[in-house]
């Protein structure tokens, strides 16, 4: 793909005519481009992982990454031999005018379709999840096009990428 | 059969990440180019491209035509251009020509043909060289230009003309060398 109009004007001028097939001159960008997107996407963030960071976004990567490590330390290393139990959570949102809400996050891989929440007469949309201890990053997708964070948990640390994440401490 | 764009969108928002690698590796490379010619360099324009990519997945249940994902996708890094290059710090910025084109630039002889094309481009204001390669490199019209841009159409024209007069110019010494 080269442009995307099949018939792209041309300038009325000899010079600008040669500029512009100069520049219409098809430009291969690897497929590294999207194997680091994809992985910034499974962290449910946009920190790089490039050998060039983002310039902005280093100090986001940076607290992203201690965040992430933390993460790690409490889900991923349990003492060895404790038997880690799972605990009953309760997820809630109030949103009285939505058709549908889901919840995505760490514990169901960031999958926009795994885990709804069903509504209540009150307005309010409720999921029961058995999650083990450790913190969690997770957002609500509302009516399937407006993320919505939680109002009862801390934000996650770097909410000012992607969509806005909270974090649930499960003990 | 290749698989459409609102079929890999679908499959994407059920939570299929290949799909999106589809639709990545579908864009990169025409969007790249935009980016490359935008930034001037290659390394500025992967940063956009693939932040681009992220912030595309994360607002995807957002994109209301499918099946136009392509120019949706074109509008989101559009964007993240406009943003690099308001993160470029003044000194980088130094030799952008004013509106009006004072003099001819001194224009070395001894760069090749697409290097003076790089060269002369990035003296151009960025919304002149914005509206230049979105008009003549990627063949738009000035009303989807508007959409894209937020910019009035008698703008984007007179903007598309001083970028073309400016380039003119100076790349005059080149062509008649």
Redesign the interface.
């Known amino acids: 793909m080269t442009s995307f109009r099949p018939d792209p004007p041309e300038p009325d001028d000899e010079t600008l005519r040669r500029v512009v097939a100069e520049l219409r001159r098809p430009v291969l960008f690897g497929p590294a481009i999207d194997a680091d997107a994809l992985r910034a996407i499974r962290a449910g963030r946009g920190g790089p992982s490039r050998s060039r960071p983002l310039r902005w976004l280093a100090a986001a990567a940076a607290a992203a990454a201690l965040a992430a490590s933390a993460l790690l330390a409490v889900r991923s290393h349990p003492p060895p031999g404790a038997a880690v139990e799972a605990r009953p959570v309760v997820l809630r949102l109030v949103a009285p005018a939505s058709s549908a809400v889901v919840v995505v996050g760490d514990f169901n891989d960031w999958s926009t379709v795994a885990t709804p929440l069903r509504p209540t007469a009150a307005g309010e949309w409720i999921v029961r999840l058995e999650l083990r201890p450790g913190r969690y990053r997770y957002t609500f997708l509302v009516d399937g096009r407006e993320w919505k964070s939680d109002p009862a948990e801390p934000p996650a640390p770097d909410n000012d990428y992607g969509p806005p994440t909270s974090v649930l401490t499960v003990s | 059969m290749t698989e459409g764009d609102a079929a890999l969108v679908a499959r994407t928002?059920?939570?299929d990440?290949d799909a999106?690698?589809g639709l990545?590796?579908?864009?990169?490379?025409?969007l790249?180019?935009y980016a490359?010619?935008m930034l001037g360099n290659r390394?500025d324009?992967?940063?956009a491209?693939?932040?681009g990519?992220?912030?595309a997945?994360?607002a995807l249940?957002?994109c209301r035509d499918p099946q136009r994902f392509?120019?949706w996708l074109?509008r989101i890094v559009v964007n993240r251009c406009r943003t690099v290059l308001r993160?470029r710090r003044p000194d980088d910025r130094a030799t952008l020509l004013p509106d009006e084109l004072p003099t001819r630039g001194d224009v070395s002889e001894t760069l090749g043909?697409?290097e003076e094309?790089g060269r002369?481009?990035a003296r151009l204001r960025p919304h002149y060289r914005e509206a230049f390669?979105l008009?003549?490199?990627?063949?738009?019209g000035y009303e989807e230009i508007s959409r894209l841009t937020g910019a009035k159409q008698a703008a984007i024209r007179m903007r598309v003309k001083r970028a073309?007069d400016q380039?003119?110019e100076l790349?005059?010494d080149v062509?008649s060398t």
């Open positions: 928002l059920a939570g990440l999106f690698a990545m590796a579908r864009y990169r490379s025409a790249g180019r490359l010619h390394e324009a992967e940063e491209l693939q932040d990519f992220v912030r997945y994360w249940a957002t392509g120019a074109f993160r043909w697409r094309i002369a481009l390669l008009r003549y490199v990627e063949g738009m073309s380039l003119r790349l005059r062509v």
